[in-house]
């Protein structure tokens, strides 16, 4: 009896290092992975690095000029992007939170990019993607892009800088997207945590009616409750505006609400 249950004490006790060792293999797996993914990132970033405008002498007058849209020189090699992940469209480029990411757009499944990066591998760090609700020129009333809020600081994890009121009113902030045809700017006007319902199938912004109401509703967002919001209230979006939304999760335990951060169109290409 006693050679028995030695037999299986050590049956078990090889089970239990098998699993722990299958699990230990899995998570540095995971882990290697998820660093290939960002060093991809920081090269991607570093070939398209743009260039320090506020050294520009005339960046000060430029940045005055209301009916001017100052956009930072990127060097894009967009069929070297392509080359990589054909469903790339689009680059981001947020300089005051060091966000500075190739955007995608998966033809068919919105939800692929939810849980997969650049190369087609499942898992973190993901992407900053648009789902096909969206057009991919920019030139809807209402883009809205995701990106995971990772714990190491990556992708859209950065948004959550603006919740400091002293950082977010400090200056202007400006959302820089890049593409083929047109270069967009964006300047930043609210920071706030809103529930999850889908903002775009469930706004339809193309009503006017529907826009005012959902551009009201961002500037009192302080009053629903939902947590603290950054607002410049002296910025004025009219129905007339573009905006786009960055969407991202909540620190911790956050089930129901996001934290997004607006901006509204400066500039976009004129008619022939």
């Not at 000060?60 to 090699?77: G, H, L």
Request: aromatic letters at 14%; proline letters at 2%; hydrophobic letters at 30%.
């Amino acid at each position: 009896m006693k050679k028995i249950k030695k037999k299986y004490w050590a049956a078990g006790i090889i089970a239990c290092l098998i699993i722990v060792f299958t699990a230990s293999a899995s998570f540095m797996v995971k882990e290697l992975s998820k660093k290939k993914e960002l060093q991809t990132y920081v090269e991607m970033s570093e070939k398209t690095k743009a260039k320090d405008i506020s050294k520009d002498e005339d960046f000060s007058v430029k940045k005055t000029e209301k009916t001017t849209a100052f956009i930072p020189e990127k060097d894009i090699n967009w069929d070297e992007l392509r080359k990589k992940n054909k469903d790339i469209y689009a680059w981001i480029y947020i300089p005051d939170v060091n966000i500075d990411y190739p955007v995608c757009q998966h033809d068919s499944d919105n939800e692929y990019y939810l849980n997969h990066n650049l190369d087609g591998s499942s898992g973190l760090p993901g992407v900053i993607y648009s789902e096909n609700y969206n057009s991919k020129d920019f030139l809807d009333v209402h883009t809205l892009l995701y990106g995971h809020n990772t714990k190491d600081g990556s992708m859209f994890s950065a948004l959550h800088d603006f919740e400091d009121e002293n950082f977010f009113n400090k200056e202007e902030h400006y959302i820089y997207i890049y593409t083929s045809q047109f270069n967009y700017v964006y300047e930043i006007f609210a920071a706030y945590i809103y529930n999850d319902e889908h903002l775009i199938l469930n706004y339809d912004l193309d009503n006017e009616y529907v826009y005012e109401q959902y551009i009201k509703d961002i500037y009192t967002v302080s009053d629903k409750g939902y947590g603290k919001a950054n607002i410049k209230n002296d910025i004025t979006v009219t129905k007339e505006n573009k905006i786009i939304t960055l969407s991202t999760c909540l620190d911790g335990e956050s089930d129901g609400y996001r934290y997004l951060v607006t901006g509204v169109l400066k500039n976009e290409p004129k008619d022939d």
